[in-house]
């Protein structure tokens, strides 16, 4: 027994005073403290016919997990055609929800309007089936072509299962311009009204990168901090700048007075996975958003997640591929880097020490 006892504190004096490492938060427990979901957004409109009768609609819809005793930064995934995608790795394995629920970040999916489960929409729409599998392939950066993937790539290559969950947890995108409007004014709803705290951090991917950079645009506050944007689609530009606007994928144009937000925010990150050349218009685009940011004051980064940051056979959706937990390492890495991974002043006055708290789990 009491050699045990001896073993524990030896145990708990070798990791006091510094940061839980990685593996200890990959083996804590997930305890939340709450989940829920809300509405953020939309509008109401009545009946031409019989204006009593109305309909609320073109919302957002935002689900949230907060653990126990959270971190002061909120991260909001946002993939404007799947939540999945940030559920689980490409074979059902941990996913950036539970990994970032483990490092005691609030956790927030969002589905902006129309998608998702926010699809109660104010205009009539049309769906139709476009035979899409074989370009999700390609899209995504699986392989050059359908079925041939990159030798190395971090998707399970020999399990059909998982090639037929990536394939099929989808849902219609709208890359509209109205679109974009739409998702990122019920997001900046969202963020403005305080239900996300003072903190917030966009993980975005694909599209979603460009609505996110336009929510920090159409905001009113401070509370948005950063956004990483996982091979984003798209880029805000100043009306000064000479950028002609394109779609879907941008570019979007906006005053220069609002463009400047972009720079206040504490970092930006476009991050990239491989087989993307300098010369892939959508590259050249973060690559000309950050510079023009960062002549404003910003903190804006290209990052190559093989060249900067040692990781080969990344997809297009690299939170989701089989290395996913060294990706998130470095998301980890860089919200620290960033002061963005700090607790709450009154967790600490709360319980004297949250820190020596945790290990007790961590060790349990
Ligand atoms: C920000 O303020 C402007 C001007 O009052 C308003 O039009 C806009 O809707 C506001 N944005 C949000 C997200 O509430
Ligand atoms: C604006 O861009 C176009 C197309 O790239 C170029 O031809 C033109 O010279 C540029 N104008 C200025 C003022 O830089
Ligand atoms: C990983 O990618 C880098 C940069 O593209 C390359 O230099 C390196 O050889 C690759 N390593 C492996 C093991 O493929």
């Not at 074989?134 to 359908?146: E, K, L």
């Not at 000479?242 to 005053?255: D, E, K, L, R």
Request: glycine letters at 8%; one cysteine or more; proline letters at 5%.
């Amino acid at each position: 027994m009491l050699a045990l006892i001896v073993l524990l504190a030896s145990l708990l004096s070798l990791t006091r005073g510094s940061a839980p490492n990685k593996r200890e938060s990959s083996i804590r427990p997930i305890i939340l403290e709450k989940s829920g979901g809300f509405v953020a957004g939309g509008k109401t409109i009545s009946n031409p016919r019989l204006p009593s009768m109305t309909l609320s609609c073109d919302h957002g819809y935002m689900e949230y997990f907060i653990p126990w005793k959270p971190r002061r930064t909120s991260l909001v995934m946002w993939h404007s055609a799947t939540t999945q995608a940030f559920q689980n790795r490409w074979d059902g394995g941990e996913g950036y929800k539970d990994m970032f629920l483990r490092r005691r970040y609030p956790v927030y999916l969002w589905d902006g309007p129309r998608v998702g489960r926010a699809n109660w929409a104010c205009d009539e729409y049309s769906y139709v089936p476009f035979y899409q599998d074989q370009g999700n392939f390609a899209a995504w950066n699986f392989g050059p072509s359908y079925p041939n993937f990159w030798p190395g790539v971090q998707f399970p290559t020999e399990d059909e299962e998982a090639w037929q969950q990536a394939t099929s947890s989808r849902y219609v995108e709208f890359d509209t311009t109205e679109n974009i409007h739409m998702q990122s004014q019920a997001a900046a709803v969202a963020a403005d009204s305080g239900r996300l705290g003072g903190s917030i951090v966009y993980i975005a991917n694909s599209a979603s990168g460009l609505r996110a950079q336009m929510t920090v645009v159409k905001s009113n506050t401070t509370n948005i901090k950063a956004i990483v944007a996982y091979e984003g689609y798209g880029c805000v530009f100043p009306d000064t700048a000479n950028i002609t606007a394109g779609s879907p994928f941008g570019p979007m144009i906006v005053p220069l007075e609002d463009f400047k937000k972009l720079a206040k925010l504490k970092a930006i990150q476009f991050v990239w996975g491989d087989h993307r050349d300098e010369s892939y218009p959508l590259l050249r685009q973060t690559r000309q958003a950050a510079q023009i940011i960062n002549q404003y004051g910003g903190n804006a980064e290209v990052f190559f997640l093989a060249k900067d940051g040692g990781l080969n056979g990344s997809t297009h959706s690299a939170f989701a591929d089989m290395d996913n937990d060294k990706v998130a390492d470095l998301l980890e890495g860089f919200l620290e880097k960033n002061g963005l991974d700090g607790y709450p002043t009154e967790t600490r006055d709360d319980s004297g020490n949250s820190d020596e708290e945790w290990r007790q789990w961590d060790y349990n």
